[in-house]
């Protein structure tokens, strides 16, 4: 399966998805071309193994296309192609016992705010000399918080539609991205002097 880059104007996107709730393959191909590096790219940050990820796309616009008259009208079609993605992902995932999975029952209850931590970690991904050490911790982050963490601060999804995405509810989101930066702070040096005073 080819992963190609982006050559379509993002403003089509709705164009193709009509196109496609109405059985016609140029829609399910357009939103292929439109989409399917992005969601290469993503989920490659999340599993590290190209066949798997390619395997996991490739299901998602089979299930598109199987599934087609069923296809309800999307907002926005990005959000929806993630939360496919990254539902596939996770359930292939927990099948496999390579690789690290967290659990979904993260409703501990949240009194305090993250926007402080989340400018810190935006900062600590501008400086090169961090870049690397930021990547590693990312790693060696379980599955959950990696998504978390990708989908925020990477695709810079918003909060909201990232609970749309893992379904899951916004507090758990907050929990995952407070985990998940937490144990940054273990495998990245940089973090703990700029982080040290906000737990």
């Given at each position: 399966?080819k992963?190609?880059?982006?050559p379509?104007?993002?403003?089509?996107?709705?164009?193709?998805?009509l196109l496609?709730?109405?059985?016609d393959?140029?829609?399910?191909e357009?939103?292929?071309?439109?989409?399917s590096?992005e969601l290469?790219?993503?989920?490659l940050a999340?599993?590290n193994?190209?066949?798997?990820?390619q395997?996991?796309?490739?299901?998602?616009?089979?299930?598109?296309?199987k599934?087609h008259?069923?296809?309800?009208?999307?907002?926005?079609?990005?959000?929806?192609?993630?939360?496919?993605?990254?539902?596939?992902i996770?359930?292939?995932?927990?099948k496999n016992a390579?690789?690290?999975?967290?659990?979904?029952?993260?409703?501990?209850?949240i009194?305090?705010s993250?926007?402080?931590?989340?400018?810190?970690?935006?900062g600590?991904q501008r400086?090169q000399v961090n870049?690397?050490?930021?990547a590693?911790?990312?790693?060696?982050l379980p599955?959950?918080?990696?998504q978390?963490?990708?989908l925020?601060?990477?695709e810079?999804?918003?909060?909201e539609?990232?609970?749309k995405?893992?379904?899951?509810?916004?507090?758990s989101?907050?929990?995952?991205?407070?985990?998940?930066i937490?144990s940054?702070k273990k495998?990245?040096?940089?973090?703990?002097?700029?982080?040290?005073?906000?737990?």
């Amino acid at each position: 399966m080819k992963i190609q880059e982006n050559p379509i104007s993002f403003q089509k996107w709705d164009d193709f998805w009509l196109l496609l709730r109405k059985g016609d393959r140029k829609g399910l191909e357009g939103i292929y071309r439109l989409f399917s590096h992005e969601l290469f790219k993503y989920g490659l940050a999340l599993v590290n193994d190209e066949a798997f990820i390619q395997d996991c796309i490739q299901e998602v616009f089979i299930d598109l296309w199987k599934y087609h008259p069923s296809l309800q009208r999307a907002d926005n079609v990005k959000v929806y192609l993630f939360k496919s993605l990254s539902h596939k992902i996770y359930r292939e995932s927990k099948k496999n016992a390579k690789w690290k999975m967290e659990t979904l029952d993260e409703m501990a209850t949240i009194s305090y705010s993250i926007e402080s931590m989340e400018s810190s970690l935006i900062g600590i991904q501008r400086e090169q000399v961090n870049q690397q050490k930021l990547a590693s911790g990312i790693d060696k982050l379980p599955l959950r918080q990696r998504q978390v963490i990708q989908l925020l601060f990477f695709e810079r999804f918003s909060y909201e539609e990232v609970s749309k995405m893992m379904g899951i509810n916004l507090r758990s989101v907050y929990t995952l991205a407070w985990k998940a930066i937490g144990s940054l702070k273990k495998h990245v040096v940089s973090l703990l002097l700029g982080l040290f005073f906000l737990i």
